[in-house]
């Protein structure tokens, strides 16, 4: 600022300064020409009066060293010179002033000496015998007189230069101060000059501005930033060096980071190799997908790229929790696996003793038992696909008939339907407690207590007990079936709710178990929103509690 300032005085100062010497040195110039011209001439008319009188003796009595007077015969010959002996000196018919004085009286006459870098004035005059007196006096050239004067204008320019320095420098404080004391935060409450009002008019529109777009802005972020963390997918942003934008918490627990990992490279959180080359695909070609198991769950991991003014500016990428996917995608292969086999081996039993029957290979005394064993294949088949059907409908998990359930009159039921049974295994079965209502699907309900009461008397022993008991508490409907039967190792019971499972399965066939019992009760009570809990010993007997909420 003050450069500047200094340069433009500076430049200013040397402008006016050069152009008042010139203007000066002219006007001067041209007014002490006049005087000496004036001078001159007086000198001559002095001298013409002088030489028509004395001639020679009074020019030679002359001692001056301004002037120079020379006496010139008509003919151009000199008679006499102040300076030179008049013999040496050329003939002067020619010079203009001489030649100008013979003819009308007076003459006039400059020239430029470039030798003496002077001009000499000339002034001539006719005297009454015919002769020309001419005068002549040297008048230095403006050059000369600029040259003359360097020392002083040097002085001048020094003076004029240190001046410029100070008054920059005052200048430009005195400018900058107030612009240095601008409170730019609130620019409408400064008190400057004028000149500035329209800038802080303007700056004062502009913090309006930035200040309502920065409020749309985080309002947008805030937004964002809701929807983002309320979601269950993990959303990460990433920009064309793979640098985190924005992570979401779902992908924060995903990748097991935290926020503030926001700012770093993708690397840094996930090292894995098939991630970063999906990434770079996903950047090159648009789209890109990989699986990948994190502590024991499975995710897919979907990443696109973010394209603006056809320029990729980054990635965004999405994680979604796909072992519950998974997992029932296993099921239900293992479980159609199952039922197959499970299908077939009946079947080929009844195949078996067909075609026995057919190729008349079985006695007449065997055909009761084979065709009795075809019937009982026959039935297992029945049971099986009944169950099959009754898990397929509770995996479609699609509405059933709800209705006020006793659940101490659905038990006597049960107890009713398998009393046959049991005396047959010699099982008692006994039914205790209150009347519990509770709202529910009726044949769910049955299907519950008859399976549990069904394998409390499978598995039991000669002899043994099954005891239902329906009681509620404060918040749940309990039915507890408990046995004093062979019981579940602690290892099997996790397993035993599992399609299929058995502990035994020469024991369950025997008993005309399909494995699918325990399945059935899980699912219909999980419809029910209630529990299953199971305590058993070896040995000592099981006990299935099933507690159904009161409040769904
Ligand atoms: P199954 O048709 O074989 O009875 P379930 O699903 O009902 O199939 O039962 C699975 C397995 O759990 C049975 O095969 C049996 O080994 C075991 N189990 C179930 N209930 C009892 C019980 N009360 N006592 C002992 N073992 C049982």
């Not at 997992?327 to 199952?338: G, M, P, Q, S, V």
């Not at 019981?487 to 399609?499: D, K, M, S, T, V």
Request: hydrophobic share 40%; net charge negative; aromatic share 6%.
């Amino acid at each position: 600022m003050t450069k500047k300032i200094f340069k433009s005085i500076v430049l200013v100062a040397g402008v006016v300064l050069l152009a008042s010497i010139v203007i000066i040195m002219g006007v001067l110039y041209q007014y002490f020409g006049e005087v000496q011209e004036n001078q001159m001439k007086d000198e001559l008319s002095i001298s013409s009066v002088a030489v028509e009188e004395d001639g020679v003796t009074y020019l030679s009595k002359l001692e001056s060293n301004r002037y120079r007077i020379t006496w010139i015969k008509a003919d151009g010959t000199v008679i006499y010179d102040t300076k030179n002996g008049a013999d040496t000196m050329e003939n002067h018919a020619d010079r203009e002033e001489v030649r100008e004085a013979l003819s009308s009286g007076e003459g006039e006459g400059t020239r430029y000496s470039s030798t003496l870098l002077e001009n000499t004035m000339y002034c001539a005059k006719r005297l009454s015998d015919g002769t020309v007196l001419r005068i002549s006096m040297s008048r230095a050239s403006a050059g000369a007189l600029a040259f003359g004067m360097i020392q002083p204008i040097l002085i001048v320019l020094i003076v004029a230069l240190a001046l410029s320095g100070i008054l920059a420098s005052q200048i430009s404080k005195r400018i900058a101060r107030p612009l240095n004391d601008l409170d730019l935060e609130h620019p409408l409450e400064n008190n400057t000059y004028d000149e500035i009002s329209p800038l802080l008019n303007r700056i004062n529109f502009q913090h309006k501005e930035i200040k309502s777009q920065v409020k749309e802005l985080q309002q947008k972020k805030d937004e964002f930033n809701q929807i983002t963390s309320s979601m269950n997918e993990g959303l990460v942003l990433l920009d064309n060096n793979g640098t985190i934008l924005s992570i979401n918490p779902a992908a924060q627990n995903i990748l097991e980071t935290d926020e503030y990992c926001i700012g770093k490279d993708f690397l840094t959180i996930d090292r894995r190799h098939d991630m970063s080359i999906a990434i770079q695909n996903a950047l090159n070609n648009g789209k890109s997908e990989i699986r990948s198991e994190i502590n024991g769950r499975e995710y897919q991991f979907d990443i696109s790229r973010i394209q603006s003014a056809n320029k990729t500016i980054g990635a965004v990428l999405l994680a979604f929790d796909i072992t519950e996917r998974e997992l029932a995608e296993k099921t239900r292969r293992e479980f159609t696996a199952n039922v197959s086999h499970e299908l077939k081996t009946p079947l080929q039993g009844i195949i078996g003793s067909a075609e026995l029957i057919e190729g008349g290979m079985v006695k007449p005394e065997d055909m009761p038992r084979f065709v009795s064993h075809i019937k009982e294949e026959a039935k297992r088949l029945v049971v099986l696909i009944e169950d099959i059907i009754r898990l397929s409908e509770l995996d479609e998990g699609s509405a059933m008939p709800q209705s006020e359930v006793d659940l101490l009159n659905i038990a006597n039921e049960v107890k009713n339907n398998l009393d046959e049974t049991a005396k047959a295994k010699n099982v008692s079965i006994q039914v205790s407690g209150k009347n519990v209502v509770i709202e529910g699907v009726k044949r769910l309900i049955y299907e519950i207590i008859f399976n549990l009461c069904d394998n409390a008397i499978k598995y039991n022993k000669d002899g043994g007990k099954v005891d239902i008991s329906v009681s509620e508490t404060e918040s749940n409907s309990v039915i507890k079936v408990k046995d004093n039967g062979i019981g579940i190792a602690p290892e099997e019971q996790n397993h035993i709710f599992e399609r299929f499972y058995r502990v035994d399965k020469s024991h369950s066939k025997a008993s005309g178990g399909t494995g699918l019992g325990l399945s059935i009760v899980k699912h219909a009570v999980q419809y029910h929103n209630g529990t299953v809990t199971i305590d058993s010993q070896i040995g000592k007997g099981t006990e299935i509690t099933i507690a159904i909420p009161k409040n769904k």
